[in-house]
């Protein structure tokens, strides 16, 4: 049955405007951005599939044009909206770290992160650069690596803090498997970029491990660094 002859109180759109976002489910969200079905199922139904067929909404998200055209019913023209609508959440929090101090604001940072590495199948290593109030004036991905090692070398670290004119850095990298402990290997890592920084007055502020939909991991947190 489509959406529209459902009752009023069980549509997801009215729904939102009564209730607000929080109160809908993921496949209730999706439905309202999807508007309609196919042929003998609803936009919600639609949307249940569209989650189940990729696992989440993280690997929605990351799914490729062909993955997802996959899906009866999607086409590059839906492709395209899903793929703006994340880049604008992207924006948005990198406009509110901008604006003010990224300390201040560390669930900004970590939405931020999550929504840019999380879902990303290789690992990669970013530089959040600020200034002196610790608002972002640049965020950088300086390596791409495989699944198990990337490579990082403290003088790019350093030149690209210096080219910026930074007063303070936050790392970030993801885990792909899925798990946000740091190696010992990430450990040290860290200890050598802070140490490399520090001899060109920069701070570094934080490291974090971005993992799947889970919490980003802070090393300052843990007294890592």
């Given at each position: 049955?489509?959406?529209?002859?459902?009752?009023?109180?069980?549509?997801?759109?009215?729904?939102?405007?009564?209730?607000?976002?929080?109160?809908?489910?993921?496949?209730?969200?999706?439905?309202?951005?999807?508007?309609?079905?196919?042929?003998?199922?609803?936009?919600?139904?639609?949307?249940?599939?569209?989650?189940?067929?990729?696992?989440?909404?993280?690997?929605?998200?990351?799914?490729?044009?062909?993955?997802?055209?996959?899906?009866?019913?999607?086409?590059?023209?839906?492709?395209?909206?899903?793929?703006?609508?994340?880049?604008?959440?992207?924006?948005?929090?990198?406009?509110?770290?901008?604006?003010?101090?990224?300390?201040?604001?560390?669930?900004?940072?970590?939405?931020?992160?999550?929504?840019?590495?999380?879902?990303?199948?290789?690992?990669?290593?970013?530089?959040?650069?600020?200034?002196?109030?610790?608002?972002?004036?640049?965020?950088?991905?300086?390596?791409?690596?495989?699944?198990?090692?990337?490579?990082?070398?403290?003088?790019e670290v350093v030149k690209l803090a210096l080219a910026h004119n930074a007063a303070g850095v936050i790392l970030?990298?993801?885990?792909?498997?899925?798990?946000?402990?740091?190696?010992?290997?990430?450990?040290?890592?860290?200890?050598?970029?802070?140490?490399?920084?520090?001899?060109?007055?920069?701070?570094?502020?934080?490291?974090?491990?971005?993992?799947?939909?889970?919490?980003?991991?802070?090393?300052?947190?843990?007294?890592?660094?």
């Open positions: 049955m489509a959406i529209k002859h459902w009752p009023e109180a069980e549509r997801p759109r009215e729904r939102l405007i009564k209730q607000g976002a929080a109160t809908l489910s993921d496949a209730e969200l999706l439905a309202i951005f999807l508007r309609v079905g196919v042929k003998g199922a609803s936009a919600v139904d639609l949307a249940r599939t569209l989650l189940g067929h990729f696992g989440g909404l993280n690997h929605l998200f990351a799914a490729s044009a062909a993955g997802f055209a996959e899906i009866p019913g999607m086409g590059s023209a839906k492709y395209a909206q899903l793929q703006a609508v994340l880049e604008l959440a992207r924006r948005a929090l990198r406009e509110e770290i901008a604006a003010g101090d990224a300390l201040s604001s560390p669930r900004a940072v970590r939405d931020w992160l999550r929504l840019t590495l999380a879902s990303l199948p290789h690992e990669v290593f970013m530089v959040l650069l600020l200034d002196a109030q610790n608002r972002l004036l640049a965020a950088e991905e300086l390596f791409r690596g495989t699944l198990t090692q990337t490579s990082v070398h403290p003088r970030a990298h993801n885990h792909p498997s899925g798990v946000a402990e740091p190696s010992r290997a990430d450990e040290a890592l860290t200890q050598a970029l802070g140490q490399a920084l520090a001899l060109v007055e920069v701070k570094l502020l934080d490291h974090f491990i971005v993992a799947g939909q889970a919490e980003p991991l802070s090393f300052a947190e843990k007294g890592l660094i």
